[in-house]
């Protein structure tokens, strides 16, 4: 099973400012990763797939780049609504797919 | 409206069996494959398993193989996930997710889940 590990556990952002979260396969995924963004409450929602096609209607303020072990999810101008817990999901090996542990993302 | 409608969530003691569906809407079903993820109070999410759009591809995360079970009906728009054997730590919120397109894993339409609480 592949492990998938987020950092950091908690990023804190001002608004307007750049948000970069990573995320590291324990082995090579190619670029079979997606991330998802959840808000409290709510289901996940697709954000990137293969590492950094955007999903449809997601703004192109969120972009996705990375391949193999390293990957990386960047919101270039942040903004309230994105307050959310962002999840990495590799789909290279499976079953099963592996979720990260998620990034809690903060207006500071 | 394109969508996911899961039910059967409830409390339910150690042992016990639990029956969740998803009902689907709004698109082409049987083209999809369908999944289900679970997140357990306050933790990430957690894969589950999948059911291919033909029924007979299954697969299984160790933590539920031999005690869960899928059954679709392609002719309902539903996929039921048929859970024995209950846990405690079964507990979750269960999700119903569709493929984003054949063979891909990703998962670009979300229900708003099911709470399942296995409690003695």
């Known amino acids: 099973e592949i492990v998938m590990t987020q950092s950091p556990a908690t990023l804190s952002v001002s608004p307007g400012e750049r948000a970069t979260l990573s995320c590291t396969a324990s082995q090579s995924v190619s670029s079979k990763l997606a991330w998802y963004q959840q808000k409290p409450g709510q289901a996940p929602r697709l954000l990137i797939y293969?590492?950094?096609t955007r999903a449809t209607g997601i703004p192109d303020r969120f972009s996705g780049s990375g391949s193999g072990t390293e990957f990386t999810l960047a919101i270039s101008s942040l903004q309230s609504e994105d307050i959310a817990v962002y999840y990495c999901?590799?789909?290279?090996?499976?079953?099963?797919?592996?979720f990260g542990q998620g990034t809690r993302l903060e207006i500071k | 409206q394109v969508q996911l409608v899961e039910s059967g969530g409830d409390v339910v003691q150690p042992g016990r069996s639990l029956r969740l569906s998803c009902a689907a809407s709004g698109f082409t079903f049987s083209t999809h494959g369908m999944h289900w993820v679970r997140q357990a109070p306050g933790k990430g999410l957690e894969w589950v398993a999948v059911i291919g759009s033909d029924e007979r591809t299954q697969y299984y995360a160790d933590s539920v193989m031999g005690r869960f079970t899928l059954f679709r009906d392609n002719s309902k728009n539903t996929v039921d996930l048929q859970m024995n054997s209950l846990r405690t730590e079964d507990s979750a919120v269960y999700y119903c997710?569709?493929?984003?397109?054949?063979?891909?894993?990703?998962?670009?339409?979300w229900g708003r889940g099911t709470l399942v609480s296995v409690s003695s």
């Open positions: 999901q590799q789909d290279n090996k499976r079953p099963p797919i592996t």
């Open positions: 293969d590492a950094s």
């Open positions: 997710a569709r493929e984003l397109s054949w063979g891909n894993w990703y998962f670009d339409l």
